[in-house]
């Protein structure tokens, strides 16, 4: 990290799940001003400020068992890079878990301008922890995604159920039992757009954040790049064509029943009316 605020200069991209944040991720990470750790998705700062299981030494534990140590192929892995994926596991098992645990995830170098965290859960806090945030970097930028909900509420869903192995549910279920699943806390928070930019709003100017749409993204992948690019003052980099037009964890082939979109209607204009108060004009095309 630089020296002067605990975190540096951080980019925090927020997005709500299934809105294009995993894409977002592998494609800036080739950025060279760009400093990425090996995990998309730390949620320190919903540790800090909302929930202190996140990243509990259970936790943390797991998650180096499941998602680094078993990760690599010993028959193909660069063993420069495996050694410097474990130098990251021990500074993520490092005690106590504080700012400068945190800070310290991040193995900073004079050519990278910004720290990068694609932690979903932090459009989850509340203004007072965006503030504090803010106060501990020498440069805050906050990007947050959104999708049409009621798209993003049925990708979300089928994601859910396909990663708990409960896809086949949904050929047996009626009305009634979609919109019990998809009002389940872990869900539908990620459909509060209103909230999470009236708490973005309040508490950081406009230069130190940015919405952007996942229309946007697909209708033009290097377009939505290049925003964010400016956003963050980076010069244009030459992503490959393959990486823009690649789709990560997509969720099951599943067609969205007729009666789905009339489950949240009521639910969906009022959160178009919640971001058109802020200024903010969803796209036409959203349902």
Same mark, same amino acid.
């Given at each position: 990290?630089?020296?002067?605020?605990?975190?540096?200069?951080?980019?925090?991209?927020?997005?709500?799940?299934?809105?294009?944040?995993?894409?977002?991720?592998?494609?800036?990470?080739?950025?060279?001003?760009l400093?990425? =750790?090996?995990?998309?998705?730390?949620?320190?700062? @919903?540790h800090?400020y909302?929930?202190?299981?996140?990243?509990?030494?259970?936790?943390?534990?797991?998650?180096?068992?499941?998602?680094?140590?078993?990760?690599?192929?010993?028959?193909?892995?660069?063993?420069?890079?495996?050694?410097?994926?474990?130098?990251?596991v021990?500074a993520?098992?490092?005690?106590?878990?504080?700012?400068?645990? @945190?800070?310290?995830?991040?193995?900073?170098?004079?050519?990278?301008?910004?720290a990068?965290?694609?932690?979903?859960?932090?459009?989850?806090l509340?203004?007072?922890?965006?503030?504090?945030?803010?106060s501990?970097?020498?440069?805050?930028?906050?990007? @947050?995604?959104m999708?049409d909900?009621?798209?993003?509420?049925?990708?979300?869903m089928?994601?859910?159920?396909?990663?708990?192995?409960?896809?086949?549910?949904?050929?047996?279920?009626?009305?009634?039992?979609?919109?019990?699943?998809?009002?389940? !806390?872990?869900?539908?928070v990620?459909?509060?757009?209103?909230?999470?930019?009236?708490?973005l @709003?309040?508490?950081?100017?406009?230069?130190?954040?940015?919405?952007?749409?996942?229309?946007d993204?697909?209708?033009?992948n290097?377009?939505?790049?290049?925003?964010?690019?400016?956003?963050?003052?980076?010069?244009?980099? !030459?992503y490959?064509?393959?990486?823009?037009?690649?789709?990560?964890?997509?969720?099951?082939?599943?067609?969205? =029943?007729?009666?789905?979109?009339?489950?949240v209607?009521? !639910?969906?204009?009022?959160?178009?009316?919640?971001?058109?108060?802020?200024?903010?004009?969803?796209?036409?095309?959203?349902l």
């Amino acid at each position: 990290m630089v020296e002067g605020g605990v975190f540096g200069n951080l980019f925090l991209s927020i997005g709500a799940m299934k809105a294009g944040t995993t894409w977002l991720n592998a494609v800036l990470r080739r950025h060279p001003e760009l400093n990425c =750790p090996i995990e998309k998705e730390i949620h320190y700062f @919903y540790h800090r400020y909302v929930d202190r299981s996140t990243l509990s030494d259970v936790r943390r534990l797991q998650n180096t068992r499941n998602d680094y140590i078993l990760r690599f192929d010993p028959e193909t892995a660069n063993p420069d890079m495996v050694r410097r994926n474990l130098q990251w596991v021990c500074a993520y098992l490092d005690r106590p878990v504080d700012d400068f645990w @945190y800070r310290n995830l991040f193995d900073m170098r004079s050519h990278e301008r910004f720290a990068c965290d694609f932690s979903n859960l932090n459009a989850l806090l509340p203004a007072e922890a965006w503030q504090q945030i803010a106060s501990r970097t020498d440069d805050l930028r906050v990007l @947050y995604t959104m999708r049409d909900p009621v798209k993003r509420l049925w990708s979300h869903m089928k994601f859910d159920l396909q990663f708990n192995g409960k896809l086949d549910l949904l050929a047996g279920w009626g009305a009634q039992d979609y919109n019990a699943y998809l009002r389940q !806390d872990h869900i539908w928070v990620n459909a509060e757009y209103g909230r999470v930019l009236r708490n973005l @709003y309040a508490a950081l100017p406009e230069s130190s954040r940015k919405v952007m749409f996942y229309d946007d993204i697909e209708a033009d992948n290097l377009g939505a790049i290049r925003a964010v690019e400016s956003f963050l003052g980076l010069q244009p980099f !030459d992503y490959p064509r393959w990486l823009l037009e690649r789709r990560f964890t997509e969720s099951a082939r599943v067609g969205m =029943p007729d009666f789905f979109p009339a489950l949240v209607a009521d !639910d969906v204009a009022r959160i178009k009316a919640e971001i058109a108060e802020l200024g903010i004009d969803p796209p036409a095309s959203w349902l």
